[in-house]
């Protein structure tokens, strides 16, 4: 996470701002790739236009009755995030917290599903 924002009063004492200005939110695209070969399962490419260009990650995706396991393994580390089978969608990612529940998991999850046959 980004350090807090730090500013110089008159006086030359330091000011630290707690408050976290909420970031636009995310634009990107997503797509459904083959069945990963290793794991099995349906994965999901999603596209977040970063201010340093756009950023690819491949996210596993594992379906249960009450949600969407989105996961991934980076440099050993595993990371997951949930995104409920309810309305809006609410994913439980850090970024979605400051967004009202709409991160990049849940818009790209829900736009990814809407592609799908019923
Ligand atoms: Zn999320």
């Given at each position: ?25 995310a634009h990107g695209g997503c797509k ?13 490419s999603i596209t977040s236009n970063?201010?340093?260009?756009p950023v690819i990650r ?46 990049k998991?849940?818009?790209a ?10």
């Open positions: 996470m980004a350090p807090l924002p730090v500013y110089r009063r008159k006086d030359g004492s330091l000011r630290v701002n707690h408050r976290r200005i909420a970031k636009p939110e459904w790739l083959s069945d990963c070969p290793i794991f099995g399962g349906p994965r999901l970063t201010k340093s260009g491949v996210y596993h995706v594992d379906a249960w009755p009450y949600g969407w396991n989105l996961w991934y393994v980076t440099r050993g580390r595993f990371v997951s995030y949930f995104v409920r089978r309810q309305s809006g969608f609410p994913c439980d990612c850090p970024d979605s917290r400051s967004r009202a529940g709409r991160c998991h849940s818009r999850l829900r736009a990814a599903l809407a592609t799908l046959p019923h």
